[in-house]
């Protein structure tokens, strides 16, 4: 008797850490302004709407192939100015690897494109299609089809979402000579990411990747560039990690562990909590010109630090 309650009271011990860590890893419960799947509806109009407004107004280059593969493209907005010594913007968006795609993804592009940066907005073979490794390799190619097609370009700055922050963070421990093109990296801003992937594992979210704990390790920054070598000289650009108010304590953990881990490494990486947004607002209003994060990114592109 005193047996079968121990079994049942570990067994409801370990459904509430599992339900917990579900919602942890459910960003759209922590929003306070409007319930969650509206939330999520938002996001995807909004970036939609902000997409298609990109390419009724700017100049472009839509699908541009940055790779052989079906899902290797990218759509390159340009300001007005026609040159190709520009400061380049790439984003890569979130979606726990799994949903979003450059076609709802331009927010940035209008207040960005009028302040003379090209923005570059990459699709990657989400899952099930593509694994986490593939689409890795997959944003690594897409810096360096930028550079090769742009070589007097005035700094690459990388942003990525989310899942699209991991991707961008996971470039940290590309070898570039290997590849045989070092990327003018000037900057990378990591908004609302996940870095160790370990406790992900264990959510629902992983019914379609399918990440065994040894991927996660493979693919996880926060662990790999513990124990990776100091960044070399010229690629020690500025790293923000930043992360919404209104995010779960495991987002804000990840984010900041990560700045910790980084600068530990000997990369200049800083930490910001940006008030009043939450996993969806914080790249929402990456559409206005005066939202405190574009004006960040501006900053830091005319710095050229
Ligand atoms: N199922 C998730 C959706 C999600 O995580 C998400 C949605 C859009 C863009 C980024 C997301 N998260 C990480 O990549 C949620 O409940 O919030």
């Known amino acids: ?6 079994r049942q009271r570990s067994a409801h011990k370990l459904t509430s850490a599992l339900q917990e860590l579900e919602k942890q890893y459910s960003p759209s419960r922590w929003v306070v302004r409007v319930e969650p799947e509206e939330a999520l509806r938002t996001f995807s109009g909004k970036g939609t709407e902000a997409t298609k407004n990109a390419q009724a107004t ?3 280059q839509l ?40 076609d709802q993804s331009a927010f940035m592009v209008d207040p960005l494109t009028a302040q003379g940066v090209a923005v570059a907005v990459v ?16 944003v690594t190619r897409s810096i360096m089809f930028i550079q090769k097609r742009y070589p007097c370009n005035e700094g690459i700055y990388l942003c990525g979402h989310s899942a699209g922050a991991h991707l961008a963070s996971m470039v940290l421990l590309a ?29 629902s979210n992983n019914a379609l990747l399918l990440l065994t704990l040894e991927d996660a390790l493979r693919n996880s920054p926060q662990q790999r560039l513990d124990v990776a ?6 690629l020690a650009c500025p790293i923000l990690v930043m992360v919404g108010e209104h995010e779960s304590p495991e987002f804000h953990r990840q984010s900041w562990e990560f700045c910790q881990t980084l600068c530990r490494g ?40």
């Open 229 to 234: 070598p100091a960044p070399p000289a010229g």
């Open 1 to 6: 008797m005193a047996e079968e309650w121990r």
């Open 175 to 203: 070898s570039w000579t290997e590849h045989g093109v070092v990327p003018n990296l000037r900057g990378l801003f990591l908004v609302s990411g996940i870095y160790d992937l370990e406790p992900f594992v264990h959510t």
């Open 266 to 305: 000997g990369w200049k990486a800083s930490f910001k909590k940006l008030p009043d947004v939450d996993h969806f607002s914080i790249i929402e209003n990456l559409t206005k010109k005066d939202y405190v994060v574009t004006q960040i990114i501006m900053k830091t592109i005319s710095q050229k630090c």
């Open 123 to 138: 699709d990657y073979d989400i899952a099930p299609k593509g694994s986490l490794d593939q689409m890795v390799d997959q």
């Open 58 to 60: 700017r100049r472009c």
């Open 63 to 102: 699908h541009a192939p940055y790779g052989d593969g079906k899902g290797d493209r990218m759509d390159i907005y340009f300001p007005d100015v026609q040159s190709e010594a520009l400061p380049f913007f790439l984003f890569f968006h979130g979606g726990y690897w799994q949903s979003g795609s450059k």
